[in-house]
């Protein structure tokens, strides 16, 4: 009888919309009783179309009714919470297909409140109750439903998995520890999730100073862009001002000039809005990262937590500097000045000014490269990985190590025709292209042998014995001469001596961008010779070797 009380209580008391029991019910016109926000949300939904319905029934107000509290069924409502009395579980409170159900409900169950790792079951809140009073299961480990409780299970021994075998990295039962994984590095479980929670905090500092520096990153980055945009207005004023006084003859000059400090200016502006893009998705990125990590280091289930951990994706390298110089701006400033000479010369150096001015609008350039490498630790940063290109090599060659290492041989070695192979000199590029900051090694030997290390664009010449196929002896290649104990630079046929001590090994060390091209003795990092210039393609690496069973060879640095 008292069921059925509790049943029709719940059926008067209860919203037709939330299924819960009524707050601040509200009675229609039509006699339907709902939650004062209940129907109001319905309503305001309903608000464009200007008439509004009742759920139950359908029939249309106009226009929207104003509610006002229905004391008896608060009164109700309020008495059945003081009695004690509840109404039935919404449908709500039941387990749905993605719902984790209790396991000792019977019939229709209700949602797990909560599961137990050692009993491995879950439990609705009734049920919960009751698992906690008992004194059998107060050492129980509670945590949040979950549906993976049978995989805590051994498939071998149905036994609860309560170590970690670092040998074979799982998890496994008391029993598996003496039997299969006998002699195995094993632990518990907590202590296994012990320390990867220590590893796992150690990454989630990486990470939180990673997006510290990026967002100092990106103030550094939005006080430049108001510099630069400063900076140009200014320039623009000043040259503006000193074209007037030229009137007819610098008119179309100043123009140019200004449309010149426009562009770049948009250019400057645009590379550093990109970067401050960039590193904004990378502290998006950053932070949804910690979340991951977070997200399992809260896991309270140990096995859960290892099972997952090794999904885990390794940390991504930094596209950027831990800090970002700038340019100190001075490009901007020097066009006032330019233009200050020019008002002296007028007509009879316009044409020459011309170029002048708009090549020292053209190099302004916010952001500051990085400095060369001081050490071979940081030059080992730039490492690439380069092969030699079969194609390229000169049928007295013969390539090995996976293509790194060539050797001259007396005979001619079996290659295919190739429109790209060296006829005549004993030369061989290589597959990979270089631009940005690259690094590589080249063992040329001490003794025996004369061997060139160059970098060359990829449209030197390739056919006959002329210079145009020579490294070092074009304007398309640079070339270091190493020879016994001695080491000479050669570019568009002009040589240059290197002092520096002898090493087996050459560094190369390339900043494309930069026009910065270094050749470096490896046994102390000497510098041998460096050369600045503006490379206008991509570059190749190259070697070239004239004795007889001389090798050199393009060091494996990773």
């Not at 945590?143 to 299970?153: A, F, T």
């Not at 008391?174 to 990454?203: F, I, M, N, P, W």
């Not at 005979?411 to 192979?421: C, F, L, M």
């Not at 061989?428 to 090694?441: A, H, I, N, P, Q």
Request: with cysteine; proline share 3%.
């Amino acid at each position: 009888m008292e069921q059925q009380e509790n049943h029709l209580a719940r059926q008067i008391l209860s919203c037709p919309i939330c299924l819960d029991l009524l707050k601040d019910p509200v009675t229609t016109v039509c006699g339907h009783r709902y939650c004062k926000s209940c129907i109001n949300t319905h309503w305001d939904k309903e608000e464009e179309r200007g008439s509004y319905s009742c759920p139950q029934c359908r029939q249309t107000f106009t226009p929207k009714p104003v509610l006002e509290k229905n004391t008896m069924l608060a009164a109700l409502v309020e008495e059945l919470k003081k009695t004690g009395r509840r109404a039935a579980p919404a449908d709500h409170c039941y387990a749905g297909p993605e719902d984790v159900a209790c396991d000792v409900c019977t019939g229709r169950k209700l949602k797990a409140l909560k599961s137990g790792l050692n009993c491995l079951a879950s439990y609705c809140e009734k049920h919960l109750q009751r698992h906690i009073q008992s004194a059998s299961f107060k050492k129980h480990k509670l945590v949040e439903p979950s549906e993976k409780l049978q995989e805590n299970i051994c498939s071998r021994h149905n036994e609860v998995m309560k170590m970690f075998c670092r040998t074979d990295q799982q998890c496994i039962c008391y029993l598996c520890s003496v039997e299969e994984h006998k002699g195995h590095d094993t632990v518990s479980g907590a202590a296994e999730r012990t320390k990867r929670q220590r590893e796992l905090g150690l990454r989630r500092q990486t990470i939180r100073k990673r997006v510290q520096d990026t967002e100092k990153d990106v103030k550094l980055l939005q006080q430049e862009k108001k510099a630069v945009n400063g900076s140009a207005d200014k320039a623009v004023e000043d040259s503006e001002e000193i074209f007037t006084e030229l009137i007819r003859l610098l008119e179309k000059r100043s123009s140019d000039v200004e449309q010149q400090i426009r562009s770049q200016q948009e250019t400057e502006v645009s590379r550093v809005r990109e970067l401050q893009e960039r590193l904004e998705q990378e502290i998006t990125e950053l932070k949804r990262k910690a979340h991951e990590l977070k997200q399992l280091s809260d896991t309270e289930d140990h096995n859960q937590f290892l099972h997952n951990y090794p999904s885990l994706s390794p940390l991504s390298e930094s596209t950027h500097s831990s800090s970002i110089s700038i340019r100190p701006l001075r490009n901007f400033e020097d066009v006032t000045a330019a233009v200050s000479q020019v008002r002296g010369r007028l007509q009879d150096i316009l044409s020459e000014t011309e170029t002048e001015i708009l090549q020292i609008v053209s190099q302004v350039d916010v952001l500051l490269r990085q400095p060369e490498p001081k050490t071979r630790a940081d030059f080992l940063k730039y490492s690439q990985e380069i092969t030699l290109d079969p194609n390229t090599a000169n049928r007295r060659l013969l390539l090995s190590k996976g293509n790194r290492k060539v050797t001259r041989m007396r005979e001619d070695q079996y290659y295919s025709n190739h429109p790209d192979r060296f006829t005549d000199y004993y030369q061989v590029l290589s597959k990979e292209s270089l631009t940005g900051r690259c690094y590589w090694e080249v063992e040329v030997g001490v003794v025996w042998g004369e061997v060139s290390v160059a970098v060359t664009y990829k449209n030197i010449s390739r056919a006959g014995k002329s210079d145009e196929c020579f490294f070092g002896f074009n304007d398309k290649s640079w070339s270091l001469y190493c020879y016994g104990n001695s080491y000479s630079f050669f570019f568009n046929n002009i040589w240059t001596p290197v002092t520096g001590p002898v090493s087996s090994r050459v560094g190369v060390y390339l900043d494309h961008s930069a026009g910065v091209l270094s050749f470096y003795s490896v046994s102390d990092m000497t510098l041998l010779h460096r050369v600045q210039t503006t490379f206008t393609q991509p570059l190749y690496a190259g070697i070239r070797v004239r004795w007889i069973r001389a090798t050199a060879e393009i060091c494996k640095l990773k």
